[in-house]
C-alpha cells in the first residue's frame, strides 16, 4: 500500500512528470522510428527459380479476411496496381496463398485455387501462379513502400475528375472480367436496358442500415444509409428531373426490391437473383434469423456464383446513363469503371456511423 501511494503522488506531481516526459520522449520517438523502419524494409523481393530472368512479378496479396470483392478491389488491388505500374512489374493477384477470404470463396476450395481468377483475368496478363513462383524476381506488395495510396473507401462519390480518370484508367486497364462474366453482362443488359440504352442506374447498400440499427459494432465508419421509402420519393425525384422513364435497382435486401417493384411496376428493373432478408415492415430482423433465410434462399448456390451475379450487377451500374447512389463497394466501383461518363450523378452522403 506505502508503495502504491508513493506511485499515486509521483504521478500527481507535475514537475516529476514534466521531467519524466522530457527525458523520456527522445527514447519513446526513437522506438516509433524504429517500429516504422522495421516495417518498412520487411523483405519483400525474392526469387523461386530461373524463369522469367527480364521481367519482376508483383504479387498482390491479403491479410484481410472481411472484405468483401469490390472492397478487396478499392483498398488492396487498385494501390497496387499503381505501384506496379509505376515500377514496370507485373501485376499478379494472389489470393490462393493467403488468408481464407469467405466473401468471395467457398472453403472447401480455399488453399486449392486461386479465387481471383474465378472472376478476373490476371492484370499482368497470362502467366499462370506456378510459372510466377519459378521465376527469378517476385515483389511482394508491401504497404509500407512505394508511397501506397488508398483510395478512401467511404468517401470517394464523387472525387476530383483528375482522380477519377486516373483511377478509371488503372481500372479498366487491369481489372479485366472473365470472357464468361463479359458475356454474362452483355445478356443481362440485353434483357434490362432499352434499345437506346437510356436508363438510370439506383444503388441501395440497405446492409449499413441493417447493421447500424442492430448496433453492430462493425457499422462504425460505414456510410449511413436512410429507408426505403426515403429512397422511393428521391428516385421519382431524380426520374422526373432527369427524364428518365426507367431505373436498374442494385439492393441486396428482398424487402427494399419488393416495395421498389411495388411502388414503380414496370419502371423498376434488376436481376432475377436471391436476395437476403434483412427487414420486416422496416424492422431489422436478427442476425440468426437473417442467416437462417439465407441458408434456404441460398441453399445450392456457392459463394462464386454469388459473386458473380454482384459483379454483373455491378457493370450494368457502371453501363447507365445516369446514377443515384448510397455510397458502397460496389457503386464506388461501378463509378470508377464508368470514369466521368454519367450524364447524371447524385449520391446520398450524410456522414458516417
Known sequence: MIVGRMK????NCKVIVGI???VMEPVHKGLRKTKELKKKFVRTRFSYGTCNQDKVFYLITSDVATCGLFSLILVNVLPFLKIGEKKGYIPIVDYKN?????????VERYGKE????????QPGG????????????IEVGNQNKYGFQVVIWNDMMPMPMKDLNYWSRIAN???RPTAEICKRIEDEKKKLFPKDGKIMGVSIRAAYRWSAMLKNDIIKDHPKVASCEYYMEMIQKKMDEWGYDLFLLACEDREYVTKMEKRFGEKCCHMDRRYRHMFENDVPVSLDY???IVRKEFKGISVT???IEYIVETYLLASCDSLYSTIGGGAQFAYIVNGGKYKNLEVYNEGLY
Not at 8 to 11: C, E, N, S
Request: hydrophobic residues 30%.
Open 8 to 11: 499515486d503522488r509521483i504521478k
Open 290 to 292: 437473417m442467416e437462417e
Open 114 to 121: 486461386n479465387p481471383w481468377e474465378y472472376y478476373f483475368e
Open 173 to 175: 486497364k487491369y481489372i
Open 20 to 22: 519524466y516526459e522530457l
Open 98 to 106: 493467403t488468408v481464407y477470404l469467405p466473401m468471395i470463396q467457398d
Open 126 to 137: 497470362n502467366y499462370t501462379l506456378d510459372e510466377v513462383y519459378k521465376s527469378a524476381k
Open 305 to 307: 456464383e454469388t459473386t
